[in-house]
């Protein structure tokens, strides 16, 4: 499915809509700037999470509560270069959890996802028009 938006209200708004929708792992993906955590923060508010979202750039992994006990995992792979041993990073046993699980910079590990994984990808097409794809 794709979905164009046109500012960063409505990227959140979409992905506040996508979070009653999807669940499990979900890699984002897209260049610097595109969206990837106002994608996060609509989809956290969707789940119901009041806090601020943001990026865990510096500090790799956050989690939040939510409202039903389970955790959402907000993962950031940016800073990260070279090959990534997911592994060795402790994020390969959050993928078998039944936790929700968001991973910016996913393609960086796109080979180590499970086939299960949903693919968003956010492409700038102007300076606000955004082209979300999600597979």
């Not at 969206?35 to 119901?48: H, I, N, P």
């Not at 950031?76 to 990534?84: H, N, Q, T, V």
């Amino acid at each position: 499915m794709q979905y164009i938006t046109n500012s960063e209200n409505e990227t959140k708004k979409l992905a506040e809509g996508l979070a009653k929708k999807l669940s499990g792992l979900i890699a984002l993906s897209g260049e610097l700037g595109a969206g990837k955590t106002v994608f996060v923060q609509g989809f956290a508010k969707g789940l119901g999470i009041k806090e601020k979202i943001i990026s865990p750039t510096f500090v790799l992994i956050r989690q939040h509560k939510l409202p039903n006990q389970k955790l959402l995992y907000h993962i950031d792979l940016y800073r990260l270069e070279g090959k990534i041993d997911i592994k060795r990073l402790g994020i390969e046993e959050l993928f078998a959890s039944d936790n929700l699980v968001l991973i910016e910079w996913a393609d960086k590990i796109e080979k180590s996802l499970p086939k299960k994984t949903i693919k968003i990808n956010l492409k700038k097409v102007t300076t606000n028009e955004r082209l979300i794809t999600v597979s």
